[in-house]
């Protein structure tokens, strides 16, 4: 008697990127509706509102797809299974392309267009080429009911005019103008989220920025003289953020409520620093968290942001790194910022913005009354004036002035 096997599935379900998520964004399928997998395999990306996370073939098999791309799923939910029981294939370790569903058709210019599933299927049942149809999904995919709206044109197009043929000479082609092509792609959850985020802070804080300039001279000519035999013995690059990180560190010493939370009625004050450090990516702004800055030296600084900055890049970051900083540093300058106001992130009460640095006529501090062409930043403080008032910003700021234009200061805790 011959045993029949029972086919044995594992799901594929939604990890918890953190906490307070509960749903995420599902990304491209990298295999194919019945591809063979291997255990550990990238199968697609998962985006939150916080960060960007890989799913993994936990097992070895053929790949079941239950979900698509770009669908909201709930964090603990089945998207995909992998039938361990399936034969392997001959040749499985080549790689499979991806695709979201399972679509025959035959070879042609639409197999290389991004579209759904659906979208492939309504496309062949009507004769509808994909290669011509503009798609309004993520990154230009084409969507079911582009190819509905391509499909509706083409009959219209088709159909004889019932009108006679006009006898007056035809209106004379106006010249063509340039492109106006125009695409919609659906906003990414952190995007949604900054949104949310940026909006909650300018209507629920009572916001106030005030401004001072630094002579960048000093600090410039310390990095100059020793950046060499920084990067020789601590193998990173020694740059103006650890200046500014620590320099921000001494004046939330000096001037705690900087270093604050909001919290109610209450003010929720901190013995530590925890200094956000925003990172730019092409999915927007995130602001990973130096913890005990206080306790970190020059090097840890410039080695963290490093490392903050690569990750970031391949959304790598966890959502326990950007959470959770009393206070952010954000440095527009490398972006040929001039000057800016920068936005709260509450419940921190303060932000710091650096920005470039320009040549600028001012007084020579080496002979009053004279001018000289001497590199300058302006610096902003954003602040929540509803627990810091105008005379803490403005000495918080001129303690940061004074550190940066005499740096030694800093090595001897000023």
Not at 254 to 259: D, E
Request: hydrophobic fraction near 40%; glycine fraction near 8%.
């Amino acid at each position: 008697m011959v045993r029949e096997t029972l086919p044995m599935t594992v799901d594929i379900t939604i990890p918890s990127p953190g906490e307070s998520i509960t749903e995420v964004t599902l990304g491209a399928w990298k295999k194919q509706d019945g591809a063979w997998i291997e255990k550990d395999d990238l199968l697609a990306e998962i985006e939150s509102d916080k960060a960007t996370l890989e799913l993994r073939a936990p097992a070895s098999g053929a790949l079941k797809i239950l979900q698509l791309e770009g669908d909201t799923v709930k964090v603990g939910a089945a998207v995909a299974a992998v039938d361990t029981n399936a034969s392997r294939p001959a040749g499985s370790a080549a790689t499979q392309s991806s695709a979201p569903a399972p679509v025959a058709a035959t070879a042609s210019a639409s197999d290389s267009v991004r579209a759904s599933g659906v979208a492939k299927k309504v496309a062949a049942e009507k004769g509808v080429d994909l290669a011509a149809v503009h798609g309004s999904g993520t990154a230009g995919r084409v969507m079911k009911n582009d190819v509905l709206a391509a499909s509706a044109s083409s009959t219209t197009e088709a159909k004889p005019s019932s009108k006679p043929a006009a006898t007056a000479l035809a209106a004379p082609t106006p010249a063509l103008a340039g492109a106006r092509n125009s695409r919609r792609e659906k906003m990414p959850k952190i995007r949604v989220k900054i949104a949310e985020r940026l909006l909650q802070s300018q209507q629920s804080t009572a916001t106030l920025t005030t401004f001072n300039e630094i002579d960048m001279t000093e600090v410039m000519q310390l990095r100059t003289n020793n950046k060499e035999a920084f990067e020789k013995t601590h193998h990173v690059s020694l740059g103006f953020m650890s200046f500014f990180v620590k320099a921000a560190v001494s004046a939330l010493q000096k001037y705690p409520r900087v270093n604050a939370y909001i919290i109610g009625d209450e003010f929720e004050y901190h013995d530590f620093c925890d200094v956000s450090v925003a990172v730019g990516t092409d999915r927007g702004l995130v602001v990973p968290v130096l913890r005990n800055a206080e306790a970190m030296t020059f090097a840890n600084i410039e080695g963290a942001i490093r490392d903050f900055a690569t990750r970031a890049r391949d959304n790598k970051l966890t959502v326990d790194e950007m959470t959770g900083g009393t206070f952010t540093v954000s440095n527009g300058g490398v972006y040929g910022s001039l000057m800016a106001t920068p936005i709260l992130n509450p419940p921190q009460s303060a932000i710091l913005g650096m920005h470039g640095i320009k040549k600028r006529a001012v007084e020579d501090p080496n002979n009053p009354g004279q001018i000289a062409l001497r590199p300058m930043m302006y610096i902003a403080l954003s602040y929540d004036h509803r627990i810091i008032d105008g005379a803490e910003s403005v000495g918080f700021l001129k303690h940061i002035k004074d550190c940066i234009e005499h740096p030694e200061r800093l090595l001897l805790g000023l």
